[in-house]
């Protein structure tokens, strides 16, 4: 293996913590959405139980955050939908080279997600509230795009190593 190669892959620990921190991110966020959701239905027929105005804004903005994070955490994975049905009738190092143009791709979009999703972030959704929570800004309901684009970026830059350091080292049986 390349020199080069063996000293970039001792930073794998730190793509293997942001996975752990998005994924716990993400569990978390699933039970609050459950638990307020619990709360929010039980205390529409059980009396004592309170069913608060902003459970459901709460339930949408936790729900956007988890799918947006997830679908960064497929990256890491590869577990995104491919078309691979032909890879196994072209040649390999052709296959390998549109992995690594897809990798060039998803990066792209993560850098749009990235700039636009703050922008909108800090412009449209600075300036309202939610309707429910009149003292918490919108910001909160535009800020997953960016905070995905910057997970995606994050795993899809290591994707694209693992995708350009096949062509330099070979697979080991």
Known sequence: MPEIFKSIDKIKPAYDITYKV?????????????LITSMSVAGRYIPFIPDPAWSEEVVLTCMSYMAVLSAALAIRRGAHIRMTALDRYLPKKLVMG????????????????????????????????????????????????????????????????????????????
């Open 22 to 34: 998005a994924m716990f991110i993400c569990k978390v966020l699933l039970v609050v959405d459950i």
């Open 98 to 173: 549109l992995d690594v143009l897809a990798d060039v791709a998803v990066l792209i979009l993560a850098v749009i997600m990235i700039t636009v999703g703050w922008s909108y972030a800090s412009g449209i959704g600075a300036k309202g509230s939610y309707v429910s929570m009149p003292w918490l800004s919108r910001f909160w309901m535009y800020f997953p795009v960016p905070l995905a684009g910057v997970a995606m970026l994050i795993f899809e830059i290591e994707a694209l190593y693992n995708d350009v350091k096949k062509f330099y080292v070979k697979e080991e049986a």
